[in-house]
Every structure is written in structure tokens, then in C-alpha cells.
């Protein structure tokens, strides 16, 4: 199962209404607990900074993904939000993902595109063991 939302992202978007925010759009697109590994990508689309905004040949190439931000410090706080808040679909949220990637981009529009995607169907098997000599 594939769970794909978007989160606009105003200026000044807090903690809260973001949890608020993700809250929703996942229960509105997965009512029941996810009991499965899961396998998490975040696409953080950051306000353009003026310099790149002004030049049109910057902000093209920064829409494409060519110029990307590089502050490590504003996606950790978010990504911590954003496993707090798909505790409403998934009980062990941060236990669960097994696969994460997170990736920085600039955009005209801010915002945050979550995709959830399940591993597995929730069978335990034991792996294959192989023997090498």
C-alpha cells in the first residue's frame, strides 16, 4: 500500500499544525493501523531565497533540483514531526521504518510530500541461510 500526501507549508507553519496536518491527511487515506515495515520518503520543498528567486536562470535550475538547500538543521526537526504524527495510522512509527530517505528541495510553492509505502504483508518468514565456504 502506497500513501502519498501533501502538506502545504506557510512561512511560519509550527510544530503543531504540522502534526495536525499530517494527522489528518494520513487518517483520511489510511483509517486502520498499519502493522507492516514501512518504508518512508520526505520531500522537503524549502522558500526560495531571494538571490535564486531574482535570477530566473538560478530559479530554473533550483526548480529542477540543480540547486538544492543544503541545511541539515531544518529537516531533523521536521523529520521527528513527521514520525510523531504518523503514530494516527502506524503504533510504532519509528520502530517500523526500516527504509528512509529525505531530500531538500527549493520551490516557489513550500511544502512537504510524504510517501509511505508498506514492505512485506506482515508474515514473519525466516530468511534463507547460506553457507559459504
Do not use: W
Not at 487515506?29 to 515495515?37: G, N, R, S, T, V
Not at 514501512?38 to 531571494?50: G, N
Not at 525466516?126 to 553457507?131: H, N, Y
Amino acid at each position: 500500500m502506497v500513501i502519498h500526501f501533501i502538506i502545504e507549508a506557510e512561512f511560519l507553519l509550527t510544530k503543531d499544525t504540522l502534526i495536525k496536518r499530517i494527522r489528518a491527511a494520513a487518517k483520511a487515506q489510511c483509517p486502520h493501523k498499519i502493522k507492516d515495515a514501512l518504508s518512508l520518503e520526505i520531500r522537503l520543498f524549502d522558500d526560495m531565497p531571494l538571490d535564486i528567486a531574482d535570477c530566473q536562470i538560478k530559479r530554473t535550475y533550483a526548480e529542477k533540483g540543480l540547486i538544492r538547500p543544503v541545511n541539515v538543521s531544518i529537516f531533523q526537526p521536521r523529520l521527528h514531526h513527521i514520525q510523531e504524527a504518523l503514530h494516527s495510522i502506524a503504533d510504532r512509527a519509528p520502530l517500523q521504518i526500516v527504509d528512509l530517505r529525505v531530500s531538500q528541495f527549493y520551490s516557489m510553492r513550500p511544502r512537504i510530500e510524504i510517501i509511505l509505502n508498506t514492505i512485506g504483508d506482515g508474515t514473519k518468514s525466516s530468511p534463507i541461510k547460506e553457507t559459504s565456504i
